[in-house]
């Protein structure tokens, strides 16, 4: 079953969106040092993705797949190319006024993924956890300040009282996580963008920290994306799973089809590759990464067909269009795994 | 001899090395150290031991103690057997003959160490020429032949590191780490920073490696899924002990000690059921060990024993060793808890 774009889109949209990224695309310009040749890096390409109310989308990709860029352009971070993203039905790239785009920042809020650099080591927890409330003006009392910072910390299960005045170096990553975690929740925010939340914590910690999400997800009524490589973690955390390659969508689905049904070439060689005795996928061997491709140079047609052990002359020729082949599974392939 | 006891030690003889005893200490600024505390385990020929452990769990510094590789800050006792030699007691000439040729070190992070200005193939050369004497021609040779062992085309080793993808480089040095026939290799996290896919490629090349090489390794990782994949046997590390060793099997299937059921069930898996899991309580401690159980402060099971005397490793159920009161008193596990 192969729909015309405008009802893919509508597909796609469940009922009230938080967030909608159409067409969206990201070009970063690098002027290569030697030769003064500018080459275009092509982080994301065409991608277009709706977030509803409430659930948690984990992106999953390799590195250099863009799932961070895409990420941090939803932050508006960065500045697109071409396309746009919805915030409540508003392009967030299209504020007119001042407080229409500090509305923005207050309700899409941002962890990432190394605490040992994303929290100011001059600042105390207490000073992180509370100076976003005060620059949006949302603790102006003083005396109501410590309240709210204990709260926000009693809620990320650290304690107030021993933990308040400490600096970052004093505390180890997982308590180092969860400050990160109530800063970017000290403004209430709707949507929380986590990239890598928890790979660079032990793996004794990283459970800690995915709990505490889910918690707080269900008690804060928000809307997670979640930037992973981790296929466990997006499977953990996640309702719908999206697969990066290559700067664009391959393969979108709910948790469980996406794991058990893969239908894109690639999202089955990802599976296949998932160390562990447990692994039920059978192994599928694709080409080595062609190094004459990049992001600056991505193949012709389907990107992946370069190592696709099933591409055919078509995925050389002709670009997929990521295609609804289930009820809510949408695949950008030519000839896709049971479809 | 216990048949039991010979499961979690592997089968006897055949014993490329024997590390007994192994403590080491550092000398710091804030005081001593010990990092590694009474570390005894050993490697059979053809057998991979997963070392798997979270970071300053003491895993690095077991193995770089093998090779002797420890700054001047660190003390280490004990005793490390290798065809009947100590290499504690190794002298430098003696280390020139036993580094490299009989024991190879991919260190962390070592894809990122290969010399950017300088061929790939010719950092190989190099390798082999400073361990011994043979002529440029024959090590080139023996180049080609590593590298092709290792799936990279000989035409390559003229590229330079920039040219090679991250799971190439990491082959190379793995060429590089094999050039001398070692019988036993070190990799010290040798897949972290690599992509699942490449990963995946990078394990079945270890075991293709080790059955047709008949070599040895012991594979350093905080990754339980990946040691579960390559390792014949696996030994748990925990704040400078091995808190468990044995049979892949028996450790990560059906763990003993209490702190490696927390870290096997820890772990978000991609396939099975589905199931809510929980986290084990506070931090790995760094520097100062608690008393008697280091396990105890973050162990659900613990009870007053645990707090004041060092379990020793001892036969569990499954057939592992594991360094726990509650193997030899599996009555004091609440039922309810579990």
Not at chain 1, 4 to 29: C, D, G, M, Y
């Given at each position: 079953?192969?729909?015309?774009?405008?009802?893919?889109?509508?597909?796609?949209?469940?009922?009230?969106?938080?967030?909608?990224?159409?067409?969206?695309?990201?070009?970063?310009?690098?002027?290569?040092?030697?030769?003064?040749?500018?080459?275009?890096?092509?982080?994301?390409?065409?991608?277009?993705?709706?977030?509803?109310?409430?659930?948690?989308?984990?992106l999953v990709g390799e590195s250099g797949s863009g799932k961070s860029t895409l990420a941090r352009t939803v932050m508006k971070l960065n500045q697109p190319t071409d396309g746009t993203i919805l915030f409540r039905g508003q392009d967030i790239f299209e504020y007119q006024r001042g407080e229409d785009l500090k509305a923005f920042r207050k309700r899409v809020q941002m962890i990432f993924q190394d605490p040992y650099e994303s929290l100011n080591p001059q600042s105390t927890v207490f000073n992180t956890v509370i100076e976003p409330r005060i620059i949006h003006g949302l603790a102006p009392d003083k005396d109501e300040r410590s309240n709210i910072a204990s709260r926000m910390l009693s809620m990320v299960g650290l304690d107030p009282n021993s933990k308040l005045d400490r600096y970052p170096h004093e505390l180890s990553g997982g308590e180092r996580q969860r400050v990160a975690i109530a800063r970017a929740l000290s403004l209430e925010p709707e949507l929380l963008v986590a990239d890598e939340p928890v790979s660079m914590l032990d793996v004794s910690i990283r459970l800690g920290i995915l709990n505490l999400l889910q918690k707080l997800k269900q008690d804060l009524k928000l809307t997670y994306l979640v930037i992973t490589h981790d296929l466990g973690v997006a499977r953990y955390v996640g309702t719908r799973i999206a697969v990066m390659y290559f700067g664009q969508i391959v393969e979108i689905a709910e948790t469980d089809e996406l794991i058990n049904h893969p239908m894109h070439h690639y999202t089955s060689l990802l599976l296949s590759s998932i160390p562990g005795t447990e692994n039920p996928q059978p192994l599928v061997v694709g080409s080595d990464v062609d190094f004459s491709y990049s992001a600056a140079n991505p193949p012709s047609g389907c990107r992946f067909r370069t190592r696709c052990p099933k591409a055919q002359d078509k995925c050389a020729s002709t670009e997929p269009k990521l295609t609804e082949l289930a009820r809510g599974h949408f695949v950008a392939c030519h000839y896709p795994l049971n479809p | 001899m216990n048949q039991l006891t010979t499961d979690a030690d592997g089968p006897p003889g055949n014993t490329v090395i024997e590390v007994k005893d192994l403590s080491v200490t550092y000398r710091t600024q804030l005081g001593l150290m010990k990092a590694v505390d009474g570390v005894s385990f050993r490697i059979n020929k053809g057998e991979i031991l997963g070392l798997a452990g979270e970071s300053a769990c003491g895993k690095t510094t077991t193995a770089l103690s093998i090779m002797r590789l420890l700054g001047a800050n660190a003390t280490v006792e004990g005793h490390i057997g290798l065809d009947g030699k100590d290499v504690l007691q190794m002298t430098e000439e003696e280390l020139r003959n036993f580094r490299w040729k009989q024991v190879s070190l991919i260190p962390q992070g070592s894809m990122n160490s290969l010399d950017p200005v300088i061929p790939v193939g010719s950092q190989i050369v190099e390798a082999i020429r400073a361990h011994d004497d043979s002529s440029k021609s024959d090590a080139r040779k023996t180049t080609e032949k590593l590298l092709s062992s290792v799936s990279i085309h000989p035409s390559r080793a003229k590229n330079y590191p920039h040219e090679f993808s991250g799971g190439m480089k990491q082959r190379a040095v793995i060429a590089m780490a094999l050039a001398l026939n070692p019988s036993l290799v070190i990799a010290d996290e040798p897949t972290t920073a690599l992509d699942v896919v490449v990963q995946k490629q990078l394990l079945l090349l270890l075991q293709d490696l080790k059955n047709k090489l008949g070599i040895s390794f012991l594979f350093v990782s905080h990754d339980l899924s990946v040691i579960g994949e390559i390792a014949d046997r696996v030994a748990v590390m925990y704040a400078g002990k091995i808190v468990e060793i044995g049979r892949k099997i028996d450790v990560l299937k059906n763990p003993s000690h209490p702190y490696t059921q927390a870290l096997v069930n820890s772990v978000p898996r991609v396939f099975g059921n589905r199931r809510q899991l929980r986290s084990i309580p506070g931090n790995p401690p760094t520097g100062i060990w608690p008393t008697g159980c280091r396990f105890h402060p973050r162990c659900e099971f613990a009870f007053e024993l645990c707090k004041q005397l060092e379990p020793k490793l001892q036969l569990s159920n499954s057939g592992s060793q594991a360094a726990c009161h509650l193997v030899s008193q599996p009555e004091r596990k609440d039922p309810g808890k579990q």
């Open positions: 079953m192969k729909l015309p774009e405008a009802q893919v889109q509508n597909a796609i949209s469940e009922p009230s969106p938080i967030l909608e990224i159409r067409k969206l695309t990201v070009h970063f310009q690098r002027r290569e040092r030697l030769i003064g040749r500018k080459t275009t890096i092509r982080a994301v390409d065409n991608v277009t993705l709706t977030l509803a109310e409430g659930e948690t989308l984990s | -």
